[in-house]
């Protein structure tokens, strides 16, 4: 009875190890998780923590185009992955999969890369006309970034004459004048503008 005892923790044994070395196989880190890039594109270094082999996937629903430094290897490593200048004038969302498998079992961790939108600034209309007697005029402006409007006319009111990003109706008001006036505004950001022109006539 002892031999047999004997026999069935012999054969457990090697059984109860080989489960713990599977257990590890499902392990791997992957760091930053989250990060940004610029609308004119970057790189972003992922560092891969894990004993077993790994495999990059890109995620299918990606609307952007990326490239890796390396598809594949084995145990702790860090690869490159490069996003290009954005074409999109609304935030995109990349997804980087780091798929690392064992003998009988697998894990993986996602990347989230987010790259800022292209920025922008435009305007309904881009030349409008109001009489020699002054009058109002109405222009939408639609932006992905905060703008600020200045007048090469300093007696034309506008409202608001700066806005966060968004759709904004603005308002100028443009003074009488006894001879033919072309006035310009100019509705800047960070890093786009846009100009209307006002012909008074």
């Not at 999109?88 to 780091?98: F, M, P, W």
């Amino acid at each position: 009875m002892k031999n047999i005892r004997l026999f069935v923790i012999a054969l457990i044994i090697p059984f109860a190890i080989a489960c713990e070395k599977d257990d590890v196989v499902t392990s791997i880190q992957l760091s930053p998780t989250l990060s940004s890039v610029p609308c004119t594109g970057g790189t972003v270094d992922l560092k891969i923590i894990t004993d077993f082999p790994w495999r990059v996937e890109i995620d299918t629903l990606n609307l952007v185009e990326l490239s890796v430094s390396k598809n594949a290897g084995i145990g702790d490593d860090i690869i490159t992955v490069s996003v290009p200048p954005s074409v999109s004038y609304t935030s995109e969302t990349v997804r980087v999969k780091i798929f690392a498998k064992g003998q009988n079992t697998s894990n993986y961790k996602y990347a989230v890369i987010t790259q800022l939108p292209k920025p922008y600034i435009a305007l309904n209309t881009p030349v409008v006309s109001v009489p020699r007697e002054g009058g109002v005029v109405t222009v939408v402006v639609t932006a992905n970034q905060e703008w600020k409007a200045t007048c090469s006319d300093s007696h034309v009111s506008i409202a608001p004459v700066e806005e966060a990003l968004g759709v904004s109706t603005v308002k100028i008001k443009v003074p009488a004048s006894a001879a033919k006036n072309t006035i310009k505004v100019v509705f800047k950001s960070s890093d786009a503008s846009a100009e209307l022109v006002i012909n008074q006539q």
